[in-house]
Protein backbone atom coordinates (compact mmCIF):
# COMPACT_ATOMS: atom_id res chain seq x y z
CA UNK A 1 0.00 0.00 0.00
CA UNK A 2 3.25 2.48 1.07
CA UNK A 3 4.20 1.76 -3.04
CA UNK A 4 4.62 4.90 -4.53
CA UNK A 5 2.30 5.93 -7.74
CA UNK A 6 4.30 8.53 -9.00
CA UNK A 7 8.07 8.55 -8.79
CA UNK A 8 10.14 11.25 -10.42
CA UNK A 9 13.92 10.53 -10.08
CA UNK A 10 16.66 13.05 -11.36
CA UNK A 11 14.42 15.79 -13.37
CA UNK A 12 16.44 18.12 -15.22
CA UNK A 13 15.04 20.63 -17.77
CA UNK A 14 16.65 23.99 -19.31
CA UNK A 15 14.98 26.33 -21.65
CA UNK A 16 17.58 28.44 -24.13
CA UNK A 17 20.52 26.91 -21.34
CA UNK A 18 19.11 28.20 -18.71
CA UNK A 19 18.06 25.61 -15.79
CA UNK A 20 14.43 25.43 -14.84
CA UNK A 21 14.91 22.44 -12.92
CA UNK A 22 17.84 20.46 -11.40
CA UNK A 23 17.97 17.16 -9.88
CA UNK A 24 14.09 17.45 -9.13
CA UNK A 25 13.09 14.28 -7.59
CA UNK A 26 9.66 12.94 -6.11
CA UNK A 27 7.88 10.28 -4.53
CA UNK A 28 4.01 10.25 -4.73
CA UNK A 29 2.21 7.96 -1.91
CA UNK A 30 -0.92 6.55 -2.42
CA UNK A 31 -3.64 8.39 0.28
CA UNK A 32 -1.00 11.17 0.73
CA UNK A 33 -2.03 15.41 -0.49
CA UNK A 34 1.70 16.64 -1.33
CA UNK A 35 1.76 20.52 -1.74
CA UNK A 36 3.93 21.83 -4.27
CA UNK A 37 5.00 25.08 -3.05
CA UNK A 38 7.71 27.81 -4.31
CA UNK A 39 8.12 31.45 -5.47
CA UNK A 40 7.63 32.57 -8.94
CA UNK A 41 10.02 31.31 -11.28
CA UNK A 42 10.80 28.36 -9.01
CA UNK A 43 10.25 25.83 -11.27
CA UNK A 44 6.83 24.64 -10.57
CA UNK A 45 4.99 24.96 -13.91
CA UNK A 46 8.07 22.93 -15.68
CA UNK A 47 7.64 20.68 -13.06
CA UNK A 48 3.80 20.01 -14.23
CA UNK A 49 4.58 20.17 -17.27
CA UNK A 50 6.87 17.49 -17.45
CA UNK A 51 4.93 15.18 -15.17
CA UNK A 52 1.29 15.37 -17.49
CA UNK A 53 3.88 15.06 -20.57
CA UNK A 54 3.36 18.65 -22.10
CA UNK A 55 7.31 18.08 -21.96
CA UNK A 56 10.01 15.73 -21.89
CA UNK A 57 12.96 16.02 -19.44
CA UNK A 58 16.38 16.68 -20.71
CA UNK A 59 17.67 14.11 -18.04
CA UNK A 60 15.99 12.18 -15.33
CA UNK A 61 12.68 9.43 -15.40
CA UNK A 62 9.44 9.54 -14.73
CA UNK A 63 6.79 6.69 -13.46
CA UNK A 64 3.28 6.44 -12.90
CA UNK A 65 1.71 3.00 -11.54
CA UNK A 66 5.32 1.41 -12.79
CA UNK A 67 5.35 2.47 -16.61
CA UNK A 68 8.01 5.06 -17.58
CA UNK A 69 6.48 7.87 -19.17
CA UNK A 70 9.49 7.90 -21.79
CA UNK A 71 9.18 4.65 -23.02
CA UNK A 72 4.96 3.72 -22.38
CA UNK A 73 3.45 7.42 -22.58
CA UNK A 74 0.05 5.97 -23.26
CA UNK A 75 0.10 3.62 -19.93
CA UNK A 76 1.38 6.11 -17.55
CA UNK A 77 -1.05 8.80 -18.66
CA UNK A 78 -3.91 6.49 -18.34
CA UNK A 79 -3.37 6.63 -14.62
CA UNK A 80 -3.43 10.24 -14.50
CA UNK A 81 -5.69 13.00 -14.16
CA UNK A 82 -5.19 16.50 -14.01
CA UNK A 83 -6.74 20.22 -13.06
CA UNK A 84 -4.84 22.68 -14.86
CA UNK A 85 -4.16 26.24 -13.80
CA UNK A 86 -6.25 27.58 -17.17
CA UNK A 87 -9.73 26.34 -18.06
CA UNK A 88 -9.69 23.54 -20.68
CA UNK A 89 -14.08 23.02 -20.96
CA UNK A 90 -15.48 24.60 -23.47
CA UNK A 91 -17.80 27.25 -22.18
CA UNK A 92 -20.05 26.78 -24.85
CA UNK A 93 -21.14 23.11 -24.41
CA UNK A 94 -23.11 21.74 -21.62
CA UNK A 95 -21.31 20.28 -18.59
CA UNK A 96 -23.04 16.86 -19.69
CA UNK A 97 -21.90 17.10 -23.14
CA UNK A 98 -18.49 18.59 -21.51
CA UNK A 99 -17.73 15.26 -19.54
CA UNK A 100 -18.62 12.52 -22.24
CA UNK A 101 -16.19 14.22 -24.26
CA UNK A 102 -13.14 13.23 -21.78
CA UNK A 103 -14.89 9.76 -21.23
CA UNK A 104 -14.67 9.33 -24.94
CA UNK A 105 -11.11 10.33 -25.33
CA UNK A 106 -9.84 8.10 -22.41
CA UNK A 107 -12.21 5.08 -24.79
CA UNK A 108 -15.00 4.71 -21.50
CA UNK A 109 -18.24 3.28 -22.62
CA UNK A 110 -20.81 4.90 -22.73
CA UNK A 111 -22.94 3.20 -19.53
CA UNK A 112 -20.11 3.36 -17.46
CA UNK A 113 -19.41 7.11 -18.30
CA UNK A 114 -22.57 7.87 -17.54
CA UNK A 115 -22.68 5.72 -14.00
CA UNK A 116 -19.25 7.43 -13.39
CA UNK A 117 -20.80 11.15 -14.01
CA UNK A 118 -23.60 10.56 -12.43
CA UNK A 119 -21.58 9.67 -9.36
CA UNK A 120 -18.59 12.07 -9.43
CA UNK A 121 -21.65 14.77 -10.10
CA UNK A 122 -23.51 13.84 -6.77
CA UNK A 123 -20.52 13.49 -4.73
CA UNK A 124 -19.57 17.73 -6.08
CA UNK A 125 -23.22 18.62 -5.80
CA UNK A 126 -23.61 19.23 -9.08
CA UNK A 127 -26.19 16.71 -10.15
CA UNK A 128 -28.65 19.86 -11.23
CA UNK A 129 -26.16 20.91 -13.23
CA UNK A 130 -25.34 18.22 -15.69
CA UNK A 131 -27.41 20.14 -18.63
CA UNK A 132 -26.50 23.40 -17.96
CA UNK A 133 -24.38 25.67 -20.36
CA UNK A 134 -20.69 25.41 -18.31
CA UNK A 135 -20.52 29.23 -19.35
CA UNK A 136 -23.50 29.81 -16.85
CA UNK A 137 -21.89 27.92 -13.94
CA UNK A 138 -19.89 29.93 -11.28
CA UNK A 139 -15.96 29.80 -11.01
CA UNK A 140 -16.09 27.67 -8.32
CA UNK A 141 -18.64 25.08 -9.83
CA UNK A 142 -16.46 24.97 -13.04
CA UNK A 143 -13.78 24.29 -10.85
CA UNK A 144 -15.92 21.38 -9.73
CA UNK A 145 -16.48 20.37 -13.28
CA UNK A 146 -13.14 19.77 -14.26
CA UNK A 147 -12.68 18.16 -10.94
CA UNK A 148 -15.19 15.62 -11.65
CA UNK A 149 -13.61 15.32 -15.56
CA UNK A 150 -10.28 14.61 -14.07
CA UNK A 151 -11.78 11.53 -12.04
CA UNK A 152 -13.74 10.63 -14.76
CA UNK A 153 -11.38 7.46 -15.90
CA UNK A 154 -10.66 6.86 -12.04
CA UNK A 155 -6.78 7.85 -11.65
CA UNK A 156 -4.58 6.60 -9.39
CA UNK A 157 -2.60 10.13 -9.48
CA UNK A 158 -4.47 13.90 -9.55
CA UNK A 159 -2.57 16.90 -10.16
CA UNK A 160 -3.94 20.03 -9.02
CA UNK A 161 -2.28 23.31 -11.06
CA UNK A 162 -3.07 26.28 -9.07
CA UNK A 163 -6.70 24.70 -9.02
CA UNK A 164 -8.00 27.69 -6.66
CA UNK A 165 -6.53 31.07 -8.62
CA UNK A 166 -9.32 33.08 -9.08
CA UNK A 167 -11.94 31.47 -6.68
CA UNK A 168 -13.22 33.11 -4.04
CA UNK A 169 -11.91 32.07 0.42
CA UNK A 170 -14.80 30.16 0.04
CA UNK A 171 -14.74 28.07 -2.93
CA UNK A 172 -11.16 27.73 -2.59
CA UNK A 173 -11.95 26.01 0.81
CA UNK A 174 -14.42 23.64 -0.54
CA UNK A 175 -12.23 22.72 -3.45
CA UNK A 176 -9.58 21.82 -1.27
CA UNK A 177 -11.56 20.01 0.64
CA UNK A 178 -13.31 17.91 -1.91
CA UNK A 179 -9.82 17.01 -2.81
CA UNK A 180 -8.29 15.82 0.29
CA UNK A 181 -11.65 13.92 1.14
CA UNK A 182 -11.31 12.33 -1.91
CA UNK A 183 -7.36 11.71 -1.61
CA UNK A 184 -7.81 9.58 1.70
CA UNK A 185 -10.97 7.67 0.94
CA UNK A 186 -10.09 6.80 -2.54
CA UNK A 187 -6.43 6.41 -1.88
CA UNK A 188 -5.31 8.48 -4.99
CA UNK A 189 -2.01 9.95 -4.72
CA UNK A 190 -2.73 14.67 -4.91
CA UNK A 191 0.02 16.94 -5.97
CA UNK A 192 -1.27 20.41 -5.25
CA UNK A 193 0.58 22.86 -6.43
CA UNK A 194 -0.08 26.22 -5.53
CA UNK A 195 1.23 30.09 -4.67
CA UNK A 196 -1.29 30.17 -1.53
CA UNK A 197 0.60 29.40 1.42
CA UNK A 198 -1.85 28.71 3.79
CA UNK A 199 -3.20 26.13 1.52
CA UNK A 200 -0.56 23.92 2.71
CA UNK A 201 -1.85 23.57 6.15
CA UNK A 202 -4.39 20.63 4.53
CA UNK A 203 -1.47 18.95 2.67
CA UNK A 204 0.01 15.75 4.17
CA UNK A 205 3.75 16.63 2.62
CA UNK A 206 5.13 19.61 1.87
CA UNK A 207 7.38 20.13 -1.68
CA UNK A 208 9.21 23.34 -1.72
CA UNK A 209 10.83 24.39 -5.10
CA UNK A 210 13.42 27.06 -5.22
CA UNK A 211 15.34 27.96 -8.20
CA UNK A 212 14.83 25.01 -9.83
CA UNK A 213 15.65 22.88 -6.91
CA UNK A 214 14.03 20.49 -4.12
CA UNK A 215 14.67 22.95 -0.93
CA UNK A 216 12.61 20.62 1.51
CA UNK A 217 10.46 17.36 0.87
CA UNK A 218 8.59 15.99 4.20
CA UNK A 219 5.64 16.69 6.56
CA UNK A 220 5.04 20.14 7.55
CA UNK A 221 6.01 19.31 11.15
CA UNK A 222 9.55 18.49 9.99
CA UNK A 223 9.80 21.86 7.81
CA UNK A 224 8.67 23.82 10.86
CA UNK A 225 11.74 22.85 12.42
CA UNK A 226 14.25 22.39 10.58
CA UNK A 227 13.98 25.25 8.11
CA UNK A 228 16.21 28.14 9.15
CA UNK A 229 14.19 30.49 6.97
CA UNK A 230 17.84 31.36 4.83
CA UNK A 231 16.19 32.87 2.42
CA UNK A 232 13.38 35.28 1.97
CA UNK A 233 10.56 32.84 0.73
CA UNK A 234 11.70 30.34 3.32
CA UNK A 235 11.10 33.03 6.08
CA UNK A 236 7.60 34.02 4.95
CA UNK A 237 6.70 30.41 4.85
CA UNK A 238 7.49 29.80 8.45
CA UNK A 239 6.43 33.11 8.86
CA UNK A 240 2.26 32.03 7.60
CA UNK A 241 2.65 28.56 9.02
CA UNK A 242 3.67 29.37 12.23
CA UNK A 243 0.73 28.44 15.07
CA UNK A 244 -1.25 31.48 15.89
CA UNK A 245 -0.79 33.42 19.19
Excluded at 92 to 108: A, I, K, Q
Excluded at 201 to 212: P, S, T
Aim: hydrophobic letters at 40%; charged letters at 15%; one cysteine or more.
Amino acid sequence: MNTPLLVADGLHKAYAGKPALANVSLQLAPGTLTALLGPNGAGKSTLLQLLTGLFNPDQGRITINGHAMHTHPARALAGLGVVFQQSALDLDLSVRTNLLYHCDLHGMPRTAARQQMAHLLSVMGLTDHETTVTRQLSGGNRRKVELVRALLHRPSVLLMDEATVGLDPTSRHQLLATVRGLCHSQGMAVLWATHLIEETRQADKLLLLHQGKVRFDGNLADFMAQADGSTTYEAEVLRQLAPQP
